[in-house]
């Protein structure tokens, strides 16, 4: 990998909520392959709140269906939050569920991406890259 590639993702801190060992790991291993070396982790919806605000995460990739907060319980809890960069965490659903009311439900929620497992490397930097080019782009238009 060149250095060009990881500068892009230098300041990048991942969030990774998902109930399975495995998955985690899989998907930690995907983002050092992006070139994103910050990634926390949280085996649900309740630890990974503790996470983001223990560490400050850039963005988070969830799963949707954990016990005993699940993905959708997580993001609600995010978006009614008082505090405005919580609020505003991207969050990108990668779950195993493609049912129509489920995804329907995600975007009802304003969740940032949904990704349908298994996912594949491309398919998970494209989304982080759409992720991130609109916090810059939000950024700016806040004059930040």
Same mark, same amino acid.
Not at 49 to 70: K, S, Y
Not at 81 to 108: Q, R
């Given at each position: 990998?060149?250095?060009?590639?990881?500068?892009?993702y230098?300041?990048?801190?991942?969030?990774?909520?998902?109930?399975?060992?495995?998955?985690?790991?899989?998907?930690?291993?995907?983002?050092?392959?992006?070139?994103?070396?910050?990634? *926390?982790?949280?085996?649900?919806?309740?630890?990974?709140?503790?996470?983001?605000?223990?560490?400050?995460?850039?963005?988070? !990739?969830?799963?949707?269906? *954990?016990?005993?907060?699940?993905g959708?319980?997580? !993001?609600?809890?995010?978006?009614?939050?008082?505090?405005?960069?919580?609020?505003?965490?991207?969050?990108?659903?990668?779950?195993?569920?493609?049912?129509?009311?489920?995804?329907? !439900?995600?975007?009802?929620?304003?969740?940032?991406?949904?990704?349908v497992?298994?996912?594949?490397?491309?398919?998970?930097?494209?989304?982080?890259d759409?992720?991130?080019?609109?916090?810059d782009?939000?950024?700016?238009?806040?004059?930040?």
């Amino acid at each position: 990998m060149t250095d060009d590639k990881k500068t892009g993702y230098e300041h990048v801190k991942v969030l990774i909520v998902d109930d399975e060992v495995h998955t985690r790991a899989m998907i930690r291993s995907m983002l050092r392959q992006i070139g994103i070396h910050q990634a *926390m982790e949280a085996a649900d919806g309740k630890a990974g709140l503790t996470e983001i605000a223990r560490t400050r995460p850039t963005l988070v !990739l969830c799963d949707v269906h *954990m016990q005993p907060v699940d993905g959708r319980q997580f !993001l609600k809890l995010v978006r009614a939050t008082k505090v405005d960069w919580v609020k505003n965490i991207p969050v990108i659903f990668l779950t195993a569920d493609a049912k129509p009311e489920t995804v329907k !439900l995600a975007k009802e929620l304003q969740v940032d991406g949904y990704l349908v497992k298994p996912v594949n490397v491309g398919d998970l930097k494209a989304r982080i890259d759409a992720v991130l080019k609109n916090i810059d782009s939000s950024a700016k238009a806040q004059g930040l």
